[in-house]
């Protein structure tokens, strides 16, 4: 599964530069000292946040990390856990002749067999936003109706939450994809052959939920949480904890990013995220029907409801099957910490960020993409 | 999606905060923070509105990396992700 080798660096040549040396090499150290105490290799951890990902492999952070230490990503990636039918609702309402708003990401993502991208080139009218703001000023500007395809995790789902309450141009539709992650967590630990020992909760959709939020997860599963930053000092910072946990078979939630984070979280957004929706079961693409890992609109918004407003013809979808192609994505198993890009044949040969085959080479978040992107660890 | 970008208040009028992102001014809105926030705090902003205020003694090392990062790279993955975070503000 070699690369095209398209400008790819190796990520062994990568520099890695702490903001403060004496600190990362301090960090770095205890990381080593630490996980050699846990005496088994490899000890896996897993983070659940593209951003982490983004920062460990741009800052080539895997170099700092013990032989003995696997650093796995889980689902982190909001673009990429969006399910196919998801994708089709808004591929279906955007041939409709609807008109559809969304995060940039998602215009490629496919769904079963088009993506919003694909609708756009059949003359579809599809407008990318970086927030719901935008969105609502492209409806005020028009008296067309306009359905917001909402996508994201609860950082994100806030937002929209916020916009809801505050009041919506009348010609204003919410698709909503959003997804909670607490409850993927508990899918992912309790996974056939999965071999993680300890998680890093993402530091800002922490700083929306608490670290309290996690407290019950470890009661029942038994492994540790340590809620992380994004700063590679941050990142390192967390891992060691997170070692030390593990090598003293501590089962605590432990809060490594104050600055942002508290125990209870920020209430003024949970209230708001409550007021507009509810968990629901739902599928998580290439995972798992995880149960409340979906955000969907609570009855009295049911007049934005897209799904609602609208109906969504998905028959032509019937005609259409996936790709020969896309059905030997491993996004599934790369998000649930089973494999590695390095594992998919597709990775860097049939798949690669102009022709993406599936999502995690897609979004900026997505592990293939960000391993594209930084190279591959050693 | 999740990274946000962190930003120094300028003014605040009503629920919305003008803020300077490294030499940018952008408008925030503040209907999702949880603090009163005031003229000189840091917010971190995520899609147009802040949510954290962030204590201005542990805002350097913050500051440090999105400094590198926007100005290290132009084509950069994570460096697009936070001029996306940027973009989702009002101007």
Known sequence: MTASGTQRPDADVRELKFRDPARGAALAAALAK?????????????HVCGSHEQAIARFGLRTAFPRGLDVIMGPGCPVCITDQPEVDEAVALARQGVRIATYGDMVRVPGTAAS?????????????????DQAIALAAASSEPLVFFATGFE?????????????????????????????VMEIVAEMP???????????????????????????????????????????????VRLAELIRDGARTVENMFPRCVTRDGNLVAQRQLWQVFTPIGGRWRGIA??????????????????????????????????????????????????????????????????????ACMVSSEGTCRIWHEYGVPR | MCLGV?????????????????????????????????????????????????????????LAM?????????????????????????E
């Open chain 1, 34 to 46: 630490t996980v050699g105490e846990i005496g088994r290799a490899p000890v896996s951890v897993m």
């Open chain 1, 116 to 132: 919003l991208a694909d609708a756009q080139a059949e003359g579809a009218h599809v407008d990318v936003v970086y927030s719901i």
């Open chain 1, 155 to 183: 950082t994100t789902a806030v937002a929209t939450a916020a916009a809801i309450l505050a009041g919506l141009p009348p010609n204003f539709f919410v698709l909503s994809a959003h997804k909670y992650i607490p409850p």
């Open chain 1, 193 to 239: 052959g999965s071999r993680i020992e300890g998680f890093v909760a993402a530091g800002h959709a922490a700083t929306i939920t608490g670290w309290g939020v996690f407290e019950a997860f470890v009661a029942r599963h038994g492994v540790p949480v340590v809620v992380a930053g994004f700063e590679p000092l941050d990142i390192l910072a967390a891992l």
């Open chain 1, 289 to 358: 029907h995880v149960p409340n890992g979906n955000l969907r609109l609570l009855d009295r918004w049911s007049h934005l409801d897209a799904r609602r407003r609208f109906a969504i013809d998905l028959t032509r979808l019937w005609d259409e099957a996936p790709s020969l192609l896309s059905q030997q994505c491993q996004c599934g198993d790369i998000m649930s910490g089973l494999r590695t890009p390095a594992d998919c044949a597709l990775f860097g040969a049939e798949c690669l960020p102009e022709t993406p085959v599936g």
């Open chain 2, 6 to 62: 962190p930003g120094r208040v300028i003014e605040i009028r009503d629920n919305l905060a003008l803020v300077d992102f490294f030499g940018v001014s952008r408008q925030v809105r503040l209907e999702l923070v949880d603090e009163p926030v005031a003229p000189g705090d840091y917010i971190l902003n995520h899609v147009g509105f802040a949510i954290r205020r962030i204590p201005e003694q542990d805002i350097e090392g913050t």
């Open chain 2, 66 to 90: 999105y400094q590198q990062l926007l100005r290290e790279a132009e084509h950069d993955l994570m460096a697009a992700d936070v001029q996306g975070e940027l973009k989702g503000t009002r």
